[in-house]
């Protein structure tokens, strides 16, 4: 499977900034998004943003510090 449209659209070099690892393309076998990207237009793997939202307080973006709703970024079909 080619992921050209991945590169395309995020970036062949896109970085979860809480991990240090390259974001994934595409659903895990349970069917979530194993990348989420938020209305700042960061991204991050998909537990390493839920951790994050279990251990805030209010939910902010990890570089930004923009608030978001997490059920829409979790939903979201971006």
């Known amino acids: 499977m080619s992921n050209a449209w991945w590169n395309k659209k995020y970036g062949k070099d896109s970085i979860c900034a809480i991990t240090q690892t390259r974001l994934r393309p595409?659903?895990?076998k349970y069917g979530q998004k194993r990348s989420i990207f938020l209305g700042c237009h960061h991204g991050f793997n998909?537990?390493?943003l839920q951790d994050w939202i279990v251990s805030s307080?209010?939910?902010?973006?990890?570089?930004?510090r923009k608030e978001f709703d997490?059920?829409?970024a979790f939903i979201a079909k971006r």
């Open 26 to 28: 595409g659903r895990n």
């Open 46 to 48: 998909r537990v390493a």
């Open 57 to 64: 307080i209010e939910p902010t973006c990890p570089l930004c």
């Open 70 to 72: 997490p059920i829409i």
